[in-house]
């Protein structure tokens, strides 16, 4: 049986890998899905496959357009999984455009869409919240400075939730992956196919769905359950730094 049927969903960043499975996940356990992305062709692609999910052509890094977009709705399950990561250069080299990317995309886009659905979930007093942060947020590594800069406040505002939301009803969790297949790696250097292939090579790396799986099992637990940190580790990789390769 769905486990989610009647539950509204939201999934940003839903366009692509992590986010695009999330919805898949949801969808099949019954949730109605909101798919929210910039990628508007994409979201409408995944929605002819997802029954009941709905478009929002969304950028998270624009404060009005979300609250606009969200603030009204009675969400159940909110996914703010919208991020990236731009080039891999030490911060004496690093791009102050590329750098207020990530920070407008991977802090500021995730309080937004806090800020917009987090009351109308005190107000019913229920509501599961799923961060998706990154063991790039516990282990820097390098050339990610900013990237794993990022990635660690989405922690430290999963343990401000957890105080600020505690006697609301509301569940708040964070799943930090690994080493995942994506698209993350073509982005982050810029449509360089041959170098992001390289991040992966010979590596028996996590696939999205995984994750996905993993999101879908904390918002179906019991009510009285609260999955608070689930990191997640490719068996090839010993830390964020150190991964096996097989030729």
């Known amino acids: 049986m769905a486990q989610l049927t009647g539950k509204l969903?939201?999934?940003?960043?839903?366009?692509?890998?992590?986010?695009?499975?999330?919805?898949?996940?949801?969808?099949?356990?019954?949730?109605?899905?909101?798919?929210?992305?910039?990628?508007?062709?994409?979201?409408?692609?995944?929605?002819?496959?997802?029954?009941?999910?709905?478009?929002?052509?969304?950028?998270?890094?624009?404060?009005?357009?979300?609250?606009?977009?969200l603030r009204t709705r009675p969400f159940d399950i909110a996914i703010p999984n919208a991020g990236l990561a731009r080039g891999l250069d030490p911060v004496h080299k690093g791009s102050p455009a590329d750098w207020s990317e990530m920070i407008d995309t991977n802090i500021k886009g995730v309080l937004h869409v806090l800020g917009s659905v987090t009351p109308g979930m005190i107000e019913r007093k229920r509501g599961d919240i799923v961060l998706i942060g990154s063991v790039a947020g516990r282990?820097?590594?390098?050339?990610?400075?900013?990237?794993?800069?990022?990635?660690?406040?989405?922690?430290?505002?999963?343990e401000?939730?957890?105080y600020d939301l505690h006697d609301t009803g509301i569940r708040v969790s964070t799943v930090d992956?690994?080493?995942?297949r994506t698209p993350f790696s073509d982005v982050r250097f810029k449509g360089d196919s041959?170098?992001?292939?390289?991040?992966?090579?010979?590596?028996?790396?996590?696939?999205?769905?995984?994750?996905?799986?993993?999101?879908?099992?904390v918002v179906t637990r019991p009510a009285r359950v609260n999955i608070g940190e689930v990191v997640v580790w490719s068996k090839d990789?010993?830390?964020a730094m150190q991964v096996a390769r097989r030729t």
């Open 9 to 69: 969903a939201l999934v940003t960043g839903a366009s692509s890998g992590i986010g695009e499975c999330i919805a898949r996940a949801l969808a099949a356990e019954g949730a109605h899905v909101v798919l929210a992305a910039r990628s508007k062709d994409k979201l409408e692609r995944l929605a002819a496959e997802l029954p009941g999910s709905e478009v929002i052509e969304l950028d998270v890094r624009d404060p009005q357009a979300v609250a606009h977009a």
């Open 139 to 158: 282990q820097a590594y390098p050339g990610g400075n900013v990237y794993c800069a990022t990635k660690a406040a989405v922690r430290s505002l999963y």
């Open 160 to 162: 401000s939730l957890r």
């Open 177 to 180: 992956p690994g080493m995942v």
């Open 194 to 217: 041959e170098r992001a292939a390289k991040v992966y090579a010979g590596v028996d790396y996590l696939h999205p769905e995984d994750i996905a799986d993993i999101v879908r099992f």
């Open 237 to 239: 990789q010993a830390s």
